[in-house]
Every structure is written in structure tokens, then in C-alpha cells.
């Protein structure tokens, strides 16, 4: 375990760049004056708020930004962060809460910036785009209301990449991507991380149930590119005045492209469901609401339907062996990446106690509500 983990932290290192290097690169690369830089939490990529200060060829632009530096291995496919940029930028052109991609001095999208230190060199894609405002779910109080619009918000995401073709799009094809979620049999190679205990016993209780109630039938799901993680931080929302003068919660920001993949639609409910279960203090009710916003845009078929239990906790699996895998190769960043697992193994130890009859149950019939009209 120790040796591969060795081996991936050379393969994939985290960026370490100082405030000052960030706000150099912000202006030796973009040609923006920083006033004021701070770090942002993130996974293993490195990220910063960046306020910049007024000139005069700056004075109608936006005052705020992120830096993204991306790690060395995601680096190395130039491809595949283009791809995420022109989907952010086609998708703000539909009318998504996306940010606006920044163009480099040399006018492109990113730029590759190379470290020497005394054993390496390594080299780091950065781009900046403009800071969204709003707060996340996970810090605001979440209504059956708010839910619902974030399933529709996730279905029409999904609806609207379907008519997006660019060439750079093949790079979403990543067979080998431990965040899709058919690759739910790739953890078994981390499970190590979890120690011998009760954690690993449930891990490899979801594993086999995807075995055997997904694998059989991921060739009937319909495809289609996922963001892949909307989670409750990748998801901003500010107050808003409904039609009746009622003050309510609208979605201001959807962040974070880097988790996307060529998946299916039925991939998407199922993760954006998990998620929204995280913080909720009634998290077996949350996947109604959710499921029904989606199919409100794009209803699942019965075979995935049929699916979504396993696909959650799949979810769930993926999140908490990963985070702790994780934990191993960047320990200081533990307080960021064990976030789900606060929560997570007791909700998804709850859905395997109940069972996936009774869960369902309980989702499809919350569901079933907003066809009636009764929930909204």
C-alpha cells in the first residue's frame, strides 16, 4: 500500500504555490494587477480567490476571480482541461450559472507553467475564471423546494451537453477514471486505506451489489457527458424573490468541471442525490425531491430506476474510500477531503439497514407527490 502510494504522489503532485507565485502568475500570465490573494479548500488540485485592482483597462471587468493550478497528471492532458473550458463557456452561452473563462496575454484558455526545484521539474496547467457569488448548499438550510431545483438543474445540464460537439470532447472518454460511476470495482484496489473494520465490510458489501445489480446492465442506460460532482460546494445559491414576493433560494453558481466524464443521465440523479443527502438532517427523504426535479426535465427509464439505489451507495463508497486513500498521500489536507465522511458512512450503513426496497419506496413516492401536485 505505502509503495503505490508512493508511487501516485509522484505521479500526481498536489501544486504548492505560494500566494506571492499565484499572484505573480495571475499577472505575468493574464495581465491582471492583484490586490488581495487568499487559498481556497480543494481536492488535489490548488485554487485561489484573487481580487485584482482597477485600471483603466480593467474598470468594466469583473473585480473577482479563481486561480486554478491544475496537479502534474491532470497536467499532462491539455485536452481534457480545454474540453472542461469550452464546456463552462458553452454552457454560460445557454444560460447556466457558469463563471467566464479568461483569456491568457497569448489569448488562450490556459497556460503551462513549468517548476524546477533541486530533484524535478514539474509542470502545472493555470487558468482564471471569474468568481461566482453565492453561498454553498452546504452552509445554507436546503428546502424540499431547493432540492427539486437542483435535480432540474442537473437534467438540464446533462440535456443541454447533448447538443454540444467539439472535437476535444473525446478526452471525456475516460475508461480508466475512478470518479465515473461505473468504475465502482476499481476501489477494491483501495480499500487497504480503510483498515481492517467495519467501514471495509460495508465498502465491499456496495461493491458487490454494483457487481451484480449494475455491471449486468450499464450497456442499457442512456449516455451522455455528467458534470460528475455536484456536490452541495459545487453548488452556490443566493436569496431570490419568488413571483409571490415569498424571498427563496435560487441556484447563483454550479463550480467545478474537473470530475467530468462521458457517463449516463441516470449517473447524474444518483450522485447529485448523495450529495444533497450529506448535510441534510433527513437524508432518506432528500432523493424524492431531487429525482423528481430531474425527471421533470428527463425521466429515467425503468431499468434506471431499477438502479439508483446501488448507484448511490456506489456514490457514497466512492467518496469515502477515496477520501481516505486520499488521506494517506496528503495528510494535511485531511480536515478538506474527510468532509462526506462525517456523515457519510452512518447514511449509507442507514440505506443498507433499510434495504433497497423500502428506500425506494420512500424516493418514488416523494416523487410520485410533485406529479399530483401535492408537494410543490
Excluded at 508512493?6 to 504548492?16: D, G, I, V
Excluded at 484558455?109 to 496547467?125: A, G, M
Excluded at 452552509?139 to 443541454?160: F, H, M, N, W
Aim: hydrophobic share 40%; with cysteine; aromatic share 8%.
Amino acid at each position: 500500500m505505502a509503495s503505490e502510494a508512493n508511487q501516485q504522489t509522484q505521479s500526481l503532485a498536489k501544486p504548492a504555490f505560494t500566494e506571492a507565485q499565484a499572484s505573480a502568475l495571475v499577472e505575468s500570465i493574464f495581465g491582471l494587477k492583484v490586490s488581495k490573494i487568499q487559498p481556497l479548500p480543494s481536492y488535489d488540485d490548488q485554487n485561489f480567490h484573487v481580487h485584482i485592482s482597477r485600471t483603466k483597462d480593467t474598470a468594466d471587468g469583473p473585480a473577482e476571480y479563481v486561480l486554478k493550478i491544475s496537479n502534474t497528471e491532470t497536467s499532462k492532458n491539455p485536452d481534457l482541461i480545454e474540453a472542461q473550458n469550452l464546456v463552462i463557456m458553452f454552457l454560460k452561452a445557454a444560460g447556466f450559472p457558469t463563471a467566464s473563462v479568461c483569456r491568457t496575454k497569448g489569448d488562450n484558455t490556459t497556460s503551462l507553467v513549468c517548476i524546477d526545484n533541486s530533484l524535478e521539474t514539474r509542470s502545472h496547467l493555470v487558468r482564471l475564471l471569474t468568481f461566482l457569488p453565492g453561498r454553498p448548499v452546504a452552509q445554507t438550510p436546503v428546502s424540499p423546494q431547493l432540492l427539486y431545483e437542483i435535480g432540474r438543474l442537473a437534467a438540464k445540464l446533462d440535456k443541454t451537453l447533448e447538443t454540444f460537439h467539439h472535437p476535444k470532447l473525446l478526452s471525456l472518454h475516460r475508461d480508466d477514471f475512478i470518479w465515473n460511476l461505473k468504475n465502482i470495482p476499481l476501489l477494491e484496489k483501495y480499500l487497504d486505506a480503510l483498515g481492517q473494520n467495519q467501514n471495509r465490510e460495508i465498502a465491499e458489501q456496495v461493491i458487490q451489489l454494483f457487481k451484480k445489480e449494475v455491471v449486468t446492465k450499464l450497456s442499457e442506460f442512456r449516455e451522455c457527458i455528467n458534470h460528475g460532482d455536484l456536490n452541495d460546494y459545487n453548488i452556490l445559491v443566493q436569496p431570490s424573490e419568488s413571483a409571490s414576493g415569498d424571498t427563496v433560494l435560487q441556484v447563483s453558481g454550479v463550480l467545478d468541471f474537473g470530475d467530468m466524464s462521458h457517463g449516463c443521465y441516470v449517473f447524474e440523479v444518483a450522485i447529485t442525490i448523495m450529495y444533497m443527502m450529506i448535510e441534510s438532517k433527513n437524508p432518506l427523504q432528500v432523493g424524492g425531491h431531487v429525482l423528481a426535479g430531474f425527471e421533470s426535465v428527463d425521466p429515467l427509464t425503468a431499468i434506471e430506476r431499477g438502479a439508483l439505489f446501488p448507484l448511490v451507495c456506489g456514490r457514497f463508497c466512492q467518496s469515502l474510500v477515496m477520501a481516505a486513500y486520499s488521506c494517506q498521500l496528503y495528510p494535511e489536507n485531511r480536515e478538506y477531503l474527510m468532509i462526506t465522511a462525517k456523515t457519510g458512512w452512518k447514511h449509507l450503513q442507514q440505506m443498507l439497514d433499510l434495504g433497497q426496497k423500502a428506500v425506494e419506496e420512500i424516493w418514488f413516492e416523494t416523487a410520485r407527490s410533485y406529479e399530483a401536485g401535492s408537494a410543490m
